[in-house]
């Protein structure tokens, strides 16, 4: 899941975090996080893959 911060919207990348962490729990029966959200450069990038069964 890449986000990508335009403009004033990179002084509010706390908001970034939190949709990040909103949708690592509503996808959390179908999917585990790989790599937890980081910055990089203008986007915060989160690595999901499929939950084993």
Do not use: C
């Not at 975090?17 to 959200?37: F, G, H, N, S």
């Amino acid at each position: 899941v890449t986000m990508r911060f335009r403009g004033r919207e990179h002084a509010h990348r706390e908001l970034g975090a939190e949709v990040l962490t909103r949708i690592e729990k509503d996808l959390e029966e179908i999917a585990q996080v790989e790599q937890r959200p980081a910055m990089e450069g203008r986007q915060m990038v989160m690595v999901l893959g499929p939950r084993k069964k």
